[in-house]
């Protein structure tokens, strides 16, 4: 079905040509030959479009237009036979979308009513990106949460740096640590979060095509350059640009970023004209860029050019009094996929979760819980669970008789396969190592081919 429309006219052969016509193009239509059965009509379905006379028995289809409240998401075309000026711009004035002078043909009605859906489907489109977009930025702040100094301090420097529209900031810190996090933060408490947020990996492209999604490039410019490009910096005017490990840019592109920073206008690859951006620039790396500096990888005036305002997000394990609350956050986001399990932390397991040592950050926490919650059952989540997705197994064997690392192995292997329930497929996967390795294993260690 196209959308549902609804018909107000009087005129009961215009009203069923109307109904019938639009059935057939695979619309719902459904006819209402006054005011009154309009109302009963609106009061129990839902419309995406009317079709509304301005002259009936019992009253101006004004009348309607005034009352209808949510204009936004049923769009109207009036209809008049008296193609005063004035009654069109009062009809649009209250909230029509279009309006059309009888006698009308088919070809002519049907035009605007298709512009109409298209307009209706694009307006939720939009709504929809808002959406998506303040949720987004619900999320990123949200996942700021946290009890450690070290997070107050992040949030508070947010909030510093966000008021500052053009300031440039470097963040830095560990893989998984969430570093895009902090920039979407930035972005999202700022003036500038109507605008876009567009992002890149600098680590993940060639040189060559890192230009290109940066600057974009003329009709003509290269072989396969068969029509204008606008570029990242362009895409991203009034808005924010991510670039993500900041420190793999090849030298060549860092003195175009540099010149970009300096004066804020880029040019098009095999262009002239300089094209003005306005533009926050926000970059991150795990790398040592004083290192880089310093063995000639990386520029020493883009590096302060960068650094205007820094952010260290630090790793996971010199804030661990955070981790309960992080942990609780992503059981809560992975439950949300299981409705039918309920399951939550024991003390244990969170004491343990905090004694780890997360060299994967804040990501592998988010992957350790996402893997605990696929495989319980339900109820307390124990050391034990934790243990059996690879984490906090550390804790358990410090207490243990030193033993060889065979026997550990051996030992760990025996008891996922027991949690799996003997099936050899899930026990493989959770290992890491395919059915035959784990079969020799099992052999190994006495197991009957049978279990």
Known sequence: MRGRIIIVEDEEVLRDSLVDFF??????????????????????????????????PDGSGLDLLSEISDLKSLLVIVATAYPEVQ???????????????????????????????????????????????????????T????????????????????????????????SGVG????????????????????????????????????????????????????????????????????????????????????????????GQQSIQVNVRIVTATNRDLFERIKKGLFREDLFYRLNVFPIRVPPLREHPEDIPVLANLFLEEFLLHSLDKRCEFSSESLTCLKKHSWPGNVRELKNVIERTTLLHEG????????????????????????????????????????????NKTHTADILGINRLTLRRKLKEYGVEENQ
Request: glycine share 6%; with cysteine; aromatic share 6%.
């Open 179 to 270: 570093k895009e996090l902090v920039a979407e933060a930035i972005h999202y408490q700022s003036a500038r979060r109507e605008g876009p947020l567009l992002k890149i990996n600098c680590a993940a492209l060639p040189a060559s095509l890192l230009e290109n999604e940066l600057f974009g490039h003329e009709k003509g410019a290269y072989t396969d350059a068969r029509s204008r490009q606008k570029g990242l910096f362009e895409l991203a005017d009034h808005g924010t640009l991510f670039l993500d490990e900041i420190a793999e840019m090849e030298p060549g592109l860092q003195a175009k970023l540099l010149r970009v920073l300096e004066d804020m206008t880029v040019t098009r690859i095999g």
């Open 379 to 422: 109820g307390k989540i124990s050391p034990d669970d934790l243990a059996l997705v690879g984490c906090c197994g550390e804790g358990k064997l410090a207490a243990e008789e030193m033993v060889s690392l065979s026997e550990v192995e051996k030992k760990h292997v025996l008891s996922v396969y027991k949690r799996t329930e003997h």
């Open 143 to 174: 996942r700021l949460i946290g009890e450690s100094n070290a997070l107050s301090k992040i949030r508070q420097e947010i909030l510093l740096v966000a008021k500052a529209d053009t300031t440039t900031t470097l963040i830095l810190g560990e």
């Open 23 to 56: 059935k057939q193009e695979g619309y719902e239509a459904i006819g209402a030959e006054n005011l009154r059965c309009a109302r009963k009509q609106l009061a129990r379905h839902n419309f995406d479009l009317m079709i509304l006379d301005m002259k009936l």
């Open 87 to 141: 009654t069109a711009v009062h009809a649009l004035k209250l909230g029509a979308y279009d309006y059309i002078n009888k006698p009308f043909d088919l070809d002519e009605m049907q035009l605007i009513v298709e512009r109409a859906m298209d307009t209706r489907q694009l307006r939720g489109e939009v709504n929809s990106f808002r959406l998506r977009e303040k949720q987004r930025n619900k999320q990123s702040w």
